[in-house]
């Protein structure tokens, strides 16, 4: 029996920065999670991550990654994903700075 779909964002690297961001409704690409489409169906998911996936122009490094929706904000299940949105940790600087 296949696993239940659960809800994901779409992430990736921005190609110039490098900085992580997340694919929007309207198609854009922001550094912040909570503007980030949260997509709970999976056949919309993967039609979503192919055309993400063919803007090369624009980031690199293209995936679904798991969330959780608290109070209607998207929170990473994962340890991977809370690490990628806060930024470096080798010193203070960038995303870290900003808080």
Not at 26 to 47: G, N
Request: charged residues 30%.
């Amino acid at each position: 029996m296949p696993r239940p779909f659960t809800p994901k964002v779409i992430t990736a690297n921005a190609l110039i920065e490098g900085d992580v961001v997340y694919l929007t409704e309207d198609d854009r690409w922001s550094r912040a999670l909570k503007e980030a489409e949260v997509i709970t169906d999976e056949a919309h998911a993967e039609v979503r991550l192919l055309d993400a996936s063919s803007r090369h122009a624009e980031a690199v490094g293209v995936y679904l990654a798991d969330v959780a929706v608290k109070d209607g904000t998207p929170e990473p299940t994962h340890f991977r994903e809370e690490f990628r949105r806060t930024g470096p940790s080798n010193y203070f600087h960038g995303k870290q700075a900003e808080g």
